[in-house]
């Protein structure tokens, strides 16, 4: 009996249907690759943690470039104080050489920028040893720059005039001057740089400064001594000495040096200035003069045409562009003022040479840095307190807009004034 029900589970356990041995050997059939669904639902999900990968690997590289640039700007300020440490003031901005003539291809018509004098401190002691010696170089509009060999023009000790573009060294772009963020990159530019010289939170005078050239007597002339005493209220007055010693409100609430963005030739209103809007009646007395020439459509560049707000007059000149020439003490090529909150619109009040609104500007996020009169650096929102945004200080203003007042522009004007006893609160 129990060899016999050994046989038949035997056989019961051999046996299997037919349906069963066909699933089983479809199942054990494998396939070679994905369906066009599934490809699609991978493609999908990479698709998808690369869209949110980009932002944060721009995000981090903008913040590398953010520090690196406040880093720069470090140094610059950096440059200065030592400067100062060694000359018991500040490097000058609008110096160098000038005569009766005022040829440009001669002397540098007195309008070299701080950052000239300091790149012996800033580690660019071959450029300075270049600029302070007399060398041979191709002829002003000659339009030629390069072999030293065939050039024989003897340029002076200090150069010619900044916007000579056949001479050498005014054409050099150092690091050191230029903000990583920055894109703006080779001509019309000569030398780019992203960092200025503050003016104050006044506009009258500044963009001649103390001494001054008479046509009608052919000579120089520090025609502006009264003009700077009540508008020459920044850190930086240019073509006149300034020491530590004046800033009375405290260097580290006092700007010294601010970041700019140079000009992409976009009409951009940080980069190109508003051109021929008066001085009394226009943009000393209104520093929001030029707000209604902003595109509607685009409220960071200028209005060119009457579909979309009064038309801006900009400079005719593609060289006339913010932060194009580094040794150049122009107002627009490295000076900066405290009238109007970061990333406002330039406004002057005559051409591209004069001055007007005149704040700082970044390709950054959301604001720009400055560097302190103790060297610190702070990087200041587009909302910090500007006042009311109306007039300026000016020479013979009453009131508010007199010499010695207190800044009308709130605690962004205040923090560009060295000596009118503004109490200003931490506010960064």
């Known amino acids: 009996m129990l060899e016999l029900a050994d046989k038949i589970l035997y056989r019961l356990s051999a046996w299997r249907p037919t349906g069963f041995i066909e699933s089983t050997m479809k199942s054990r059939c494998y396939r070679n690759a994905f369906t066009l669904l599934e490809m699609l639902v991978v493609t999908g999900i990479i698709g998808v943690l690369v869209g949110l990968l980009l932002p944060a690997v721009q995000a981090a590289r903008e913040a590398a470039r953010r520090m690196s640039c406040s880093n720069n700007l470090k140094q610059v300020s950096l440059g200065a104080l030592q400067y100062h440490a060694a000359f018991d003031h500040l490097p000058p901005h609008g110096t160098g050489t000038f005569s009766n003539a005022n040829d440009p291809s001669d002397t540098n018509q007195f309008r070299l920028s701080f950052l000239v004098s300091i790149s012996p401190f800033v580690g660019k002691t071959p450029i300075w040893n270049r600029i302070s010696e007399p060398h041979l170089g191709y002829p002003p509009g000659s339009g030629k720059v390069g072999d030293p ?7 002076p000790s200090m150069g010619p005039a900044p916007s000579v573009s056949e001479y050498e060294p005014w054409l050099v772009e150092s690091e050191t001057y230029r903000c990583p963020s920055d894109p703006g990159f080779g001509m019309p530019a000569m030398g780019r740089t992203n960092y200025a010289a503050c003016l104050g939170d006044a506009i009258e005078g500044l963009d001649n400064g103390l001494w001054r050239y008479d046509v009608s007597k052919s000579r120089w002339m520090p025609s502006g001594k009264e003009q700077m005493r009540a508008t020459g209220r920044g850190m930086f007055v240019p073509r006149m000495v300034t020491s530590l010693d004046d800033v009375t409100d405290g260097t580290s609430t006092t700007v010294m040096l601010g970041e700019i963005a140079t000009d992409l030739g976009d009409a951009d209103t940080r980069t190109q200035p508003s051109l021929q809007n008066g001085w009394t ?3 000393l007395d209104d520093v929001q003069k ?3 020439q ?11 045409n009457s ?5 801006a007059q900009l400079p005719g000149s593609p060289a006339a562009g913010r932060g194009f020439r580094w040794a150049d003490a122009m107002p627009l090529m490295t000076g900066c003022n405290t009238t109007l909150r970061p990333n406002a619109e330039l406004c002057f009040g005559g051409d591209e040479t004069t001055i007007g609104t005149l704040t700082i500007s970044s390709r950054h996020q959301g604001g720009a840095h400055v560097a302190m009169g103790d060297g610190s650096i702070k990087f200041i929102t587009d909302s910090i307190d500007v006042g009311f945004e109306k007039g300026s200080v000016v020479e013979n203003g009453k009131g508010e807009y007199a010499p010695g007042a207190e800044s009308p522009f709130g605690v962004w004007g205040a923090m560009g004034t060295r000596n009118q006893g503004e109490m200003i609160e931490d506010v960064w």
Request: glycine share 14%; charged share 5%.
């Open 281 to 283: 009646g226009g943009v």
């Open 294 to 304: 902003v595109n509607s459509n685009r409220p960071q560049f200028w209005s060119l």
């Open 149 to 155: 060999i065939l050039a024989t023009y003897p340029y």
């Open 290 to 292: 030029c707000r209604g």
């Open 307 to 311: 579909s979309v707000g009064v038309s």
